[in-house]
């Protein structure tokens, strides 16, 4: 990943208040313990957090203020005054509307009406985190890389897989060249077919899996425009992406892989790239779009009695 894409995720533009808390539930893995106890904190309780000094945070969470101001920064305010701020901000916007009372925690005994609620509010919680988290500036170069490809190759594994398959198939229905590859084999030997002027996609909810990592280090390597979807912005996948796509990191449970949540936050980032891409090849795709629905259209006709 380059510094340009790097400090996309620090201190240029300070996240809404709103966004704090799906920043620090994005960015928490990658944080040092004590960094995490301070992130912890102010996304838990941000009103007393906002009423603190810096010293004050720093006593509460068992850490310095070094650490406080390290963590203002990584969660991209310039200093922790900035950061007291948007915790004042949040504050005063969870007073204003109060979440429901259910949570992502599913009981074993749980009836079917609970499972939908807590479901449904979990889902809710994972697309407005991921809607929140994610850069604009990277998803709009995405698109131009993407609108103008040659040849666009997805990768990914198991749940992401199933993504990076709807993703192709979207493509596709609009005249792009786009192809899902779900055998580590056939990706790599694939992306060695890509140059400058191609697209590489990899989506990896972990941002370490080595099967989506390499066929995305040989497109790199090629000249290739890569693009990361996935969960970790620290991930190794970020070395070989020219852009990085954030995803909510999920919350499992016993009964619910992450697999679940993840899956629908990459979907929704699926989705976004492929309207942009829409947008750009107007011109072409609705045609494009048009023609596939005709070619279906007597599939969905309803046969007479």
Same mark, same amino acid.
Do not use: W
């Given at each position: ?34 960094? #995490?106890?301070? /992130?912890?904190?102010? *996304? ?6 906002? +009423?603190? $000094?810096?010293?004050? @945070? %720093? ?105 990076? #398959?709807?993703? /192709?198939?979207?493509? *596709? ?6 192809? +899902?590859? $779900?055998?580590?084999? @056939? %990706? ?108 279906? /259209? ?8």
């Amino acid at each position: 990943m380059t510094n340009d894409v790097k400090e996309s995720f620090s201190a240029d533009s300070p996240p809404a208040p709103a966004a704090l808390a799906a920043k620090v539930r994005t960015l928490a893995p990658s944080m040092t313990r004590s960094m #995490q106890r301070v /992130a912890e904190a102010v *996304a838990g309780d941000p009103a007393a957090c906002a +009423a603190l $000094t810096v010293t004050g @945070l %720093a006593e509460l969470t068992g850490t310095s203020e070094a650490t406080v101001v390290r963590t203002a920064r990584l969660l991209g305010y310039p200093g922790y005054r900035d950061l007291r701020l948007a915790l004042a901000g949040l504050a005063a916007h969870q007073q204003s509307g109060r979440a429901p009372s259910v949570t992502a925690d599913i009981a074993v005994d749980d009836p079917i009406a609970d499972v939908v609620a807590k479901l449904a509010y979990d889902e809710q919680q994972t697309l407005a985190d991921t809607a929140a988290g994610l850069d604009t500036v990277q998803l709009g170069a995405a698109v131009s890389a993407a609108a103008t490809a040659r040849r666009i190759d997805i990768y990914g594994v198991g749940a992401s897989s199933l993504v990076g #398959q709807d993703l /192709a198939q979207k493509l *596709a229905r609009i005249g792009l060249i786009a192809h +899902a590859h $779900t055998d580590p084999h @056939l %990706a790599v030997t694939n992306a060695v077919q890509l140059r400058s002027g191609d697209v590489a996609i990899a989506i990896t909810h972990s941002g370490s899996t080595v099967d989506v990592i390499e066929p995305l280090r040989v497109a790199f390597d090629r000249g290739a425009t890569t693009i990361a979807i996935t969960g970790r912005p620290d991930g190794p996948v970020t070395q070989y992406a020219d852009h990085v796509l954030t995803t909510s990191t999920a919350r499992e449970s016993e009964l619910r892989p992450a697999a679940m949540s993840s899956r629908t936050s990459q979907l929704l980032v699926v989705d976004c790239l492929f309207i942009g891409v829409a947008q750009r090849t107007y011109e072409t795709a609705a045609p494009a779009l048009a023609a596939s629905y005709e070619a279906l /259209a007597h599939r969905h006709t309803p046969r007479p009695r």
